[in-house]
């Protein structure tokens, strides 16, 4: 089912080289626009061309349930995925408000929400109603875990088909930290208290129960840390198997993965595990306030470019950030050189 290996190209690092020269010779001091500049040269490494666009991004949000919520380790009801999905429907969400911002493309995906969702816009590509509770079974079969990939990557490439060109991924789905503190723990192989956050805002006493849930469901899963399939299948979510399918679209057609927050970035854990040049795509946007972020992104080797104390999710600090990386393909389009400009440059 799932593709063995993806076709993915290495990023043209000799084409990063003429961009870096051409930066010089832009008129300004040397290195003076800081990360700008090492993005530019990323994005041109990436799209292999020497003044690559990001613009516009396509926004895919997938949501999904998890049966983990069984266990008490959310301050919000299950049925919180379909009203917020509905919400993002209806434009009513902080994506929306983003995504509008900054001239995206939005598509929300039903990949695996616990009941049924009538709406013109919807795209419905649930795999099952929901994971099973990994407390007392695997979340998914294997099969279906590989199916989620494929329907994220299949998403990925109808929006670049579309026009995309950057990758925004965003995610709905009541329960669905838990999932990714337990991924990361498998990962990472660090202690799950490290890792565990309030996620929408548990007590405590919640937090402390939480923990407890992952370590206990880890010992009785025990998935193979090898084997990122297994991983899904026994402790993920479909909608963090759909993103990382998504963002083997996006590195297979050399389109940018603009990484969002500490689900999404165990999503490119995941990614880079099925295919490791997926991370010469990935751009960490932020941090977030989840303390498994941090761990997770110095797993990932990625640095975010802004901090805003974001927990919010659905891909909102990536479209907040996407201004930024624009900036960097501004800067090689528009900026003139000291030779265009007729400045002398430095002695």
């Known amino acids: 089912m799932i593709k063995k290996n993806y076709s993915i190209p290495n990023a043209n690092k000799e084409m990063g080289k003429q961009v870096y020269e051409y930066i010089n010779r832009l008129a300004k001091p040397l290195g003076s626009l800081g990360r700008l500049e090492e993005l530019a040269i990323e994005l041109a490494e990436m799209k292999n061309e020497a003044f690559p666009s990001i613009a516009p991004a396509g926004i895919l949000v997938f949501a999904a349930d998890h049966g983990i919520t069984e266990e008490g380790v959310s301050a919000y009801p299950q049925a919180v995925t379909e009203q917020m999905v509905y919400n ?62 494929e329907v994220g990557y299949e998403q990925g490439c109808d929006m670049i088909k579309k026009g995309a060109k950057s990758l925004i991924l ?24 490290s890792l565990v956050g309030f996620g929408t ?20 899963r025990n998935p193979n840390p090898h084997d990122p399939i297994d991983i899904i299948a026994k402790v993920g979510g479909l909608e963090i198997a759909g993103m990382a399918g998504a963002m083997l679209a996006a590195a297979s057609n050399r389109v940018p993965i603009l990484i969002d927050g500490f689900i999404c970035t165990v999503a490119a854990l995941l990614a880079k595990e ?59 389009k528009e900026m003139a050189t ?9 002695n």
């Open 88 to 149: 993002f429907l209806n434009g009513g969400a902080g994506i929306n408000v983003f995504g509008k911002q900054i001239g995206s493309y939005i598509n929300i995906i039903d990949i695996g929400v616990a009941s049924d969702i009538e709406h013109k816009s919807l795209i419905n590509r649930k795999i099952r109603y929901g994971t099973a509770n990994f407390y007392l079974e695997d979340a998914m079969t294997r099969e279906e875990a590989e199916r989620a990939i």
């Open 338 to 346: 000291f030779d265009s400009a007729g400045i002398s440059g430095k």
């Open 170 to 193: 965003g995610e709905m789905g009541i329960g669905n930290t838990t999932s990714s503190s337990a991924i990361l723990a498998v990962l990472s192989n660090s202690d799950v208290s």
């Open 274 to 332: 099925i295919s490791s040049n997926a991370f010469d795509y990935m751009v960490a946007t932020h941090q977030s306030v989840e303390p498994g972020h941090r761990i997770a992104l110095t797993l990932l080797g990625k640095k975010p470019i802004i901090d805003l104390d974001l927990r919010l999710g659905e891909g909102t600090g990536a479209a907040i950030t996407y201004p930024i990386i624009q900036s960097a393909t501004l800067m090689l």
């Open 201 to 220: 805002g548990i007590s405590q006493e919640g937090l402390l129960h939480k923990i407890k849930v992952i370590e206990q469901s880890l010992q009785k």
